[in-house]
Structures are given as C-alpha cells and as structure tokens.
C-alpha cells in the first residue's frame, strides 16, 4: 500500500503544475505507472533506474545514452526548449546568453536528493516536468541529473550544442563554448576543445567552474540531439570528455569504461536498498 501513495504523491506533485499550462502533451507525467519496484513513464522509460535498456540513462557496463533528454526535444520539446529560446532573445552575446541560461537553473532549482522528495533512492525528472515547477512556483526541485538535463535541453533551445557528462557518482551539463575564457578547465570532446562544465546545484559555483576531481580523468559524454526514445542498449562506444586545467598533462588514472562500468554497480546497489527500504 506504501508504493501506491509514494506513486499517487508523485503524480500529483507533477501534475499539479502541470494543470495551467499549455505544455501538458509534452510531458508523460499523467502516465507515469509502476511496475514492480520501479516507476515508468508514457514512453516506458524508467525513472526509478538510470541502468539497462529502459532506464533514464540506458546505462550499461561499457556505455550509456542519456534518453530522458530526448523526452523534451524535436516533436516533444515544449516548455524547457521554450525557456531556452525565451532566454535567447534577450540577450544577443552568446557568452553573457549562455550565463544567464546557467543562472536560471542554478536560481530556480533547489537540490534535493530524491529519497527526500519522492521516497525513491533514485527518481529522474525530465526536462519539461522541472521546468513546469520552475513555472508555476518559482522554484524546482531535483539532483545533479535533474540539473544537467535542464541545462542541457535549455542551451539546445537557445542554440548551442549540449552534452551530458557523468563522471564517479555524478552527471553534469557540458555547453559548447570554445570562445568562454572564465572557466577553470576546458574540456574536450571527440578531439574538439571548447567544452565548457556547467553544473548548477552549487548555489555559488559559476558557469566553467569544475571540480578538480573531475580535471585529467577520463569521463562518458553524450552530445544530445533529437534522437528517437527507443528501449534499446547503446551500440556507439560514448565520447570520451577530458579536461586540463593549468597546461598539465593528463594522467587520466581511470578510463570512462571503469566509471561507467562503477556507476553500473552503483545503481544496482541503489536499487537493491531501495528496495529492502520500501518494503
């Protein structure tokens, strides 16, 4: 009986923005139904699991394609996409455009870890549902990936390429912008320099600035697009993302597979306490 009101609350917390608003056919949030232990989606992606084919992040022990993204772009973009373009009119300086979009999600998007908010150890919004809550309240609230998504879709509506990035347990926005000089490491994708970290649930960290953790270490990258969200594994090796601050030398002590390979193991581990917890 637990599970049916952790499931019924978080419909109604979705849905409640979602009533006054001209986007609702772009998010699955009316539909969401459970299966087993876990929540899925109208397009059958699991929110409650970033691993496996149906998962938010089809993520496998040698890759993964962050498909939530695409719940909120090409034929479904709507409000996210559309703060993106809002955004974009107002300022024609591409680097001064690409701040404020990272001040509107750092501003408006209050971290909260998801067993606090939906009773879940692992519960992914997409896009359009944050940004519905950002709308009719002020405020959203979500983790690291709920951030990055956001930012991701909003820089794709204002016209810049996008990435989501996911290092040791932890997923960021990266931003395409090879002309920003304020960032503290510069990353480069597929053999191209200019990719910027943007990651907004630090209240006090600027767009480009990145942990140090994260510099000279091999990451998975996935530059996003209007892609298909189709349950399948992954059959592209994803893009390797290195960053060197300073001119040093890159060690890159793990290679992206072994995180990707630990993140795997990690969400499993979530998933099993999870599910010991609601029990």
Not at 143 to 151: F, G, I, K, T, W
Not at 241 to 249: E, K
């Amino acid at each position: 009986m637990k599970k049916v009101w952790v499931l019924l609350s978080i419909i109604l917390v979705l849905v409640a923005g979602l009533a006054t608003t001209g986007y609702v056919s772009a998010t699955p949030s009316a539909d969401f139904h459970q299966i087993n232990d876990d929540v899925f989606d109208s397009w059958e992606i699991c929110r409650t699991r970033a691993f496996g084919e149906d998962g938010f992040y089809q993520l496998s022990e040698t890759t993964f394609r962050p498909v939530i993204v695409f719940e909120s772009l090409g034929e479904n973009a709507a409000l996210a996409y559309s703060l993106g373009q809002q955004i974009a009119s107002k300022y024609t300086d591409r680097l001064q455009r690409a701040e404020a979009i990272f001040r509107f999600v750092q501003d408006r998007v209050n971290y909260t870890p998801d067993i606090d908010q939906f009773d879940y150890e692992e519960f992914a919004l997409n896009a359009d549902e944050l940004a519905t809550a950002i709308d009719q309240n002020g405020v959203g609230y979500g983790d690291c990936e709920d951030s990055a998504v956001l930012l991701a879709v909003m820089y794709k509506g204002a016209g810049y390429r996008s990435a989501i990035v996911i290092g040791s347990s932890h997923t960021a926005a990266l931003v395409y912008l090879p002309d920003y000089k304020k960032a503290t490491a510069v990353f480069e994708l597929e053999g191209e320099s200019g990719w910027v970290w943007a990651e907004a649930t630090g209240k006090k960290n600027p767009l480009g600035w990145v942990s140090n953790k994260f510099i000279n270490v091999e990451m998975a990258a996935y530059e996003i697009g209007e892609e298909a969200i189709t349950l399948v594994k992954p059959s592209v090796t994803p893009s390797v993302a290195v960053a060197q601050a300073g001119g040093g030398t890159s060690s890159r002590p793990f290679s992206f597979i072994s995180v990707i390979g630990f993140l795997w193991l990690m969400s499993m581990f979530r998933r099993r306490k999870r599910r010991r917890r609601v029990r």
